[in-house]
């Protein structure tokens, strides 16, 4: 059991600041022709702007990393965005104590964006659930389904690419955390991140040492190599017909 010291949170979630990168989020009301909900791309919504957001997002990474398979670049688009939802997540509930609401009608995604992925939250309330509910329900259970359906990603791979995401910010936090001598957020962080990996959409994803089951095929784009992560030691041999990792 973690304490939690509960802080209000502010309208700006400024806390979030100094972390910097992946757990930045830009918060407000949305002006027309702002980025499409995170909903709309989970249902598969169209926008005059980028057509279907998902698929804009593949094929801008497919392009830029010049991946051979466009499921390659499914691959790496769904774990970039998990690793944004996880971030803001897991610096709010260790900041903060608490969430704001996350729910996908409330956050704006914009998939023209680079790395990290530009994310939007239109109003700042407090969440009713956990860590658990804001992202692995709400988001990644949808998401995992969608690239799943359009570009036939293993489900498992995907889901080691969510737990992945969730080792990688929550080192990047407590990083931060002892940098700062802030000994109870890094205390924080690994508690809370050792819970989420139970759940049972995560559990068994990661080994003991934090070195996941599947591979997010990142190797396949030229140059790639492995991930510090990844279950290969070095770059397998594709087969001809694909392996999923």
């Given at each position: 059991m973690?304490?939690l010291?509960?802080v209000?949170?502010?309208?700006?979630?400024?806390?979030?600041?100094?972390?910097?990168?992946?757990?930045?989020?830009?918060?407000?009301?949305?002006?027309?022709?702002?980025p499409?909900?995170?909903?709309?791309?989970y249902?598969?919504?169209?926008?005059?702007?980028?057509?279907?957001?998902?698929?804009f997002?593949v094929?801008k990474?497919?392009?830029?990393?010049?991946?051979?398979?466009?499921?390659?670049?499914?691959s790496?688009?769904?774990?970039?965005?998990?690793?944004?939802?996880?971030s803001?997540?897991?610096?709010?509930?260790?900041?903060?104590?608490?969430?704001?609401?996350?729910?996908?009608?409330?956050l704006?995604?914009?998939?023209?964006?680079?790395?990290?992925?530009?994310?939007?939250?239109?109003?700042?309330?407090?969440?009713?659930?956990?860590?658990?509910?804001?992202?692995?329900?709400?988001h990644?259970?949808?998401?995992?389904?969608?690239?799943?359906?359009?570009?036939?990603?293993?489900?498992?791979l995907?889901w080691g690419?969510?737990a992945?995401?969730?080792?990688?910010?929550?080192?990047?936090?407590?990083?931060?955390?002892?940098?700062?001598?802030?000994?109870?957020?890094?205390?924080?962080?690994?508690?809370?991140?050792?819970?989420?990996?139970?759940?049972?959409r995560?559990?068994?994803?990661?080994?003991?040492?934090?070195?996941?089951?599947?591979?997010?095929l990142?190797?396949?784009?030229?140059?790639?190599?492995v991930c510090?992560?990844?279950?290969?030691?070095?770059?397998p041999?594709?087969?001809?017909?694909?392996?999923s990792?």
């Amino acid at each position: 059991m973690v304490l939690l010291l509960l802080v209000d949170l502010d309208p700006e979630l400024s806390a979030l600041r100094p972390l910097g990168g992946f757990f930045l989020l830009r918060v407000g009301g949305a002006p027309a022709g702002s980025p499409p909900t995170l909903a709309e791309t989970y249902r598969g919504t169209s926008s005059d702007v980028y057509g279907n957001s998902m698929t804009f997002r593949v094929d801008k990474v497919a392009g830029s990393l010049r991946a051979p398979e466009l499921r390659v670049a499914a691959s790496v688009a769904q774990q970039g965005l998990a690793a944004r939802l996880w971030s803001v997540a897991l610096g709010c509930a260790v900041l903060y104590g608490r969430l704001p609401d996350l729910d996908p009608g409330l956050l704006r995604w914009n998939p023209d964006a680079g790395a990290p992925d530009d994310l939007w939250l239109t109003e700042v309330r407090p969440a009713p659930g956990d860590a658990a509910d804001a992202v692995v329900r709400a988001h990644l259970e949808p998401l995992t389904a969608l690239v799943h359906a359009r570009y036939r990603v293993a489900e498992g791979l995907l889901w080691g690419n969510a737990a992945s995401a969730l080792a990688g910010a929550a080192r990047q936090l407590e990083r931060w955390a002892r940098e700062q001598g802030r000994t109870e957020a890094a205390v924080r962080t690994r508690a809370l991140t050792a819970g989420l990996l139970t759940h049972p959409r995560l559990a068994g994803t990661l080994d003991g040492g934090g070195r996941r089951r599947s591979c997010c095929l990142y190797y396949r784009v030229p140059g790639g190599g492995v991930c510090g992560d990844c279950c290969f030691t070095r770059p397998p041999r594709p087969s001809p017909g694909g392996a999923s990792g």
